[in-house]
C-alpha cells in the first residue's frame, strides 16, 4: 500500500515537471513570483554594468565543469615583427631618458625632452590603427611596453597608459562619429593632443554613475553662430589624471532635457562629451600630489559651459548611452594597464631581491641563504610567475575581441595586491638600503606608488567586494541572468515561459554539481574524464583540482543565492570570499597554460608548484571562512560542509623546502629568473645602480669558491689581517692566487657600490644626493677658498673688461631660458639658475659660458676642489695680485666680509643673507664712492653665496672650467690690469 501511494506520488511529480503548462501554473510562476520579492532593484546604471563587456573563460569555470581543452587551444600569443622592433628600440630609449629619482625629487614632471619624445615617437597612439596615424598594436604589446617603462618610470609610465586605456581614443574608437575619428584620432596620435578622462567627483568616488555634473540642453551661441542646439554643463572633477597638461577633456556627466528639445525624456542618463580645454569657462585646476608620484594629475572644473551637440562621443545619438561606453571601454583598459605596471613592479621585486640577496652578506653569508629571506623570496617569485601568466592571457583575450569585464576586476584587484606583496617583501630584503631614498634606490619609489594603483580605476576594496562575484554571478552564472530579465519583463507570458525554462535548466545543473562535489572530493585523484590531453604529467592533479573546487564553487554560490537572495549584496565578506574562489580559479588557469606554452620547461616547476599551491590552499581557505560565516540553519550548513570537503580540509600551503627551491632560482643568474624577470629595462650604464648590482650578482657567483677558501685559511689561522689586509695576506701565504685576489677585491668594490645609499646635507637644502662613497661637508677653508676664487680674476671676461653686471632677476632668467637651445641637455633648473648668477656677476655672454660648460659631475666635492693643483695655482697668483692693488682699508673689508660668509655658510647653509659688514666707529661711510663700493660688494657677496653652496663648484667642474679657454692667460691679464690701472675692481 506505501508503495503504491509513492509510485502515485512519484508520477504525479513527474507529470507536472514534465507538462510545461502545468509546471509553469503550479511550480514555475510560484517561484517567479517568490523571487520578484527576493530580487533587488537594480538601477539604469547597474544594469548597463551588468550588461557591459563579454563572457570569456570566466563563464567555463562558474559551470563547474571548464572545458580544459578549449583553454589550451588558445592561440598563444606572439608579438609583431614591428611591436618587437618599437621595444627595442624606442622603448627602450625612453627608458634610457628616465630618471625617476630627478623626475619625483626635482622635477615634479617629466623633463621637456621626455614629453616631446612620448609624443614624437607616438606612445599616445598604440591603440589607434594605423590609418588614423597610430600604431595599431596588439593588447599583449600595449601591455608588453607599460610594463617595460613601469619597471623604470612610474611616472613615464602612467603618462603613457593613460591615454592608451581610459582615454578619449578608447572611446572615439568604438563610439565616435567618422567625423570625431577623423579629426581627433590622428592628432592623439602625433601627440599633438594631449588626452584625459573626467569621470570622479568630489561626492562620486566609487558610487560613479551617481555623479551630480549635469548639463541642461538649450541653444546658444557657438563659432559666431546663433541658435546652435547644445547644452551648457556644469562639472566638478577630482583626481583626472593628465588633466593638468590636457588640452582635450574627455567628460562624463548626466543631461536633462526639461524643455524637449531633443523629443524625449527629461532624464536622458548619463552622457559623455569632448571638450577642448581652451573652451571658454573650463577651469583648469591646479595639481595633486599622490604620495610624492610626478604624474600629472588634478581637478577641472566648469560653470555653464556652452557644448555644441556635436562634441558629444558619437553625436546626438550618443545621447544617454556614456555609462554603456564607459563599462566597456573601462574593462579592456583595465584588463592591461594596471595589471602591466603590477607586473613591472613585481618582476623588479624579484629581478633586485634575488641579486641583493645574494649579494649582501651577513655572518659571512649572503643573505639569500637565511630561511627568513628565502621565505620572502619564493613570495615574490611564485607571485610573479602567477601574475604575468595572468597578465598575458587577460591581453591575449582583449586580442581576441572580449571585453572581458569579470576578469578585467579580477586581475587589477589581484595582481595590484600581489605586486603590493612582492614590493613589500624586496623593501624587507634590502632593510636599509630600501628604505633610504635617492638617486641609488630603485625600490623606494614604488613602495611608495602601489597605493595608487590599488586605489584608481574602481579601489580594491570595492572591487573584490562587491564587483568580481557580484558581477560574476550576473555575467558568468548560465541561468541567473535569465531569470533576472525575465523576472522584470512586463509580458506576463513571456516572462513565465522564459523563467520557466531557466529554472528548469538550473535545476539540472544545481544536481550535477552536488554530485560532481561528491564524486571529486572523494575520488577525484582516479577521475580523468576532465583531464585534457597532451600535458605535463606534472600538471595532472592540478587540473583535477581545479575542476573539483570550479564543481564546489557553482554549488555554493547557488547555495548562498538560494539562502541569502537579494541580501547578498549587503553581504559584501561573504561575496568577496566568493570572488577570491573565482579569482583563484582564473589566476590558476592561466599559470598552467603559460606552463604548457613556454614548453614545459621542467626547471620552472619549482615555481608552478609554488603558485598553484599556495592558490590553491588560498581557495580552501576561502570555502571554509564562507561556511563558517554563512547565516543559516546548523544542520544545512553542516551538510554543505560534507558536500564541499567529504574528506576534511587537505591542501597545506608550499613547504619550506619547495620555497628553498625557487629562492634558489633567484639567487642565480640563469634561464629560469630571465624568464621570470622578461620585459623589464634593465639599464647597462656605468652610473646605474641596478646595472651594478647585476654586475655584483654576476662575481658573486664568479666568487664563491674563492671565498670558500678565504674562510677556510682564516677559521685555519692561516690569515690574521682583517678588513683590506685580509687578501693581501692570503695572496703573500699562498691561500690564494694572484687571479682570486684580483676577482676577491672586485668583488669587494661592487659590494661596496651596492650595498651603499645616498646622503644628504643635513637640512637637506640641496637638490642633489652627495654620493656615499665621497661624501664630505664644506671646511671653512673651502668656503674660504671658493670666495677668494670666486673674487679673483680667473672669472675676468676675455676681452678684460672691468665693468660688473648685476643680476636682473626675471629678466636674466629669463634670458638664460631664452637661449635653452645652447644649455647642456644635463643642466637643470637650479643649475640655469646658478650659472645665471655667474654670468651676471662676470659678464659673460650666456651662450659663451653655456659653451664652456660641458659636464656636470654629480659625484664631486668641494674637498677636491679644495686641494686641487689648479686651485692652488690660481689662488696663489691671482689673489697675490689682488692684494697688491688693493688698499688696506678694501682687504680689511675683504677679510671681514669672508669671515662672516664662512660663519653664514656654515651656520645655515642656503638660508640666511650675507649682511652688510659692520662699520667702526672711526670710519666716514658718507663718502659716495665708498658706499657704492660697498653696495657692490653686498650683491656680489649674495650671488657668490648661492654660487658657493651649488653643484656649479664641484670638483672636476672647476678643473674643467679653469683650463678652458674661456679664461685669458694670467700673465697676460696682469699686464693689461698695470696698464689700464684698476684697482679696486671687485670680481
Known sequence: MLLFLFLSLFAVIGVILYVPSLRCMIVSNQILNLFRKMLPQISQTEQ???????????????????????????PKPQLSVEEEAFLNGPVEQLCDMLDEWKITHELHDLPPKVWQFIKDNGFFGLIIPKKYGGYGFSALAHSQVVMKIGSRSGTAAVTVMVPNSLGPAELLLHYGTEEQKNHYLPRLAKGLEVPCFALTSPDAGSDAGSIPDFGIVCRGEYDGKQDVLGMRVTWDKRYITLGPVATILGLAFKLYDPDRLLGGDEDLGITLALVPTNTPGVEIGRRHFPLDAAFQNGPNSGRDVF????????????????????????????????????????????????????????FNTPIGNFEGIEEALARIGGNTYMMDAARVMTASAVDLGEKPSVISAIVKYHLTERARQAVIDAMDIHGGKGICLGPRNYLGRSYQHIPVSITVEGA????????????GVMRCHPYILKEVNAAHDDDTKRASAEFDEALVGHAIYNMRNVMNCLAYGLFGQYLKDNVPENISPETVAYYQQLTRFSANFA????????????????????????????????LCSATLKRFEQDGRPESDLPLLHWSMQDAIYQMQQAFDEFLDNLPGNVVLIWIIRRLVFPLGRRYSPPSDALGHEVAKLMLEPGAVRDRLTAGIYVPTGADEPLADLEQAMKCAVECTTVEAKLRSAVKAGKITEIGDDEITQALQKGAITAAEAELLNKMKTLRSRVVKVDDFPADFS?????????????STLEVDKMTELASSDVFTRENGSSDIEEPAGEEATKSIEDESQDVPDN????????????????????????????VIDDHSTLDEVAKSDQMEEILSSDVSSKESDRGDSDDQDRKSTLERTEDDVQDAPGKQELSEPDQPNDVKTSDASDKQEKDEEKKMMDALEKVAESDLFKPGKIEEIASSDAFVDKDEHKKKKKKEGAPNRKK
Open 48 to 74: 548597463e554594468a551588468l550588461d557591459a563587456g563579454t563572457v570569456w573563460w570566466d563563464g567555463d569555470l562558474f559551470s563547474g565543469k571548464p572545458d580544459w581543452n578549449k583553454l589550451l587551444a588558445y
Open 307 to 362: 557644448i555644441p551637440m556635436e562634441w558629444i562621443i558619437g553625436g546626438q545619438e550618443g545621447v544617454g548611452h556614456g555609462w554603456r561606453m564607459l563599462m566597456n571601454s573601462l574593462a579592456a583598459g583595465r584588463s592591461i594597464s594596471l595589471p602591466a605596471t603590477s607586473v613591472g613592479a613585481a618582476k623588479l621585486a624579484a629581478q633586485t631581491s634575488g641579486a641583493y640577496g645574494r649579494v649582501r652578506v651577513q
Open 460 to 471: 580594491n576594496i570595492l572591487t573584490r567586494n562587491m564587483i568580481v562575484f557580484g558581477q
Open 555 to 586: 554549488f555554493v554560490a547557488d547555495i548562498a543565492l538560494l539562502l541569502l537572495g537579494g541580501s547578498l549584496k549587503r553581504k559584501e565578506r561573504l561575496s568577496a570570499r566568493l570572488g577570491d574562489i573565482l579569482s583563484m580559479l582564473y
Open 766 to 778: 640641496s637638490e642633489q644626493s652627495v654620493s656615499a662613497e665621497k661624501a664630505v661637508q664644506p
Open 827 to 854: 643642466l637643470d633648473v637650479s643649475e640655469v639658475s646658478i650659472l645665471n648668477d655667474v654670468v651676471s656677476l662676470e659678464g659673460l655672454g650666456e651662450k659663451e659660458m653655456a659653451e664652456k660648460i660641458k
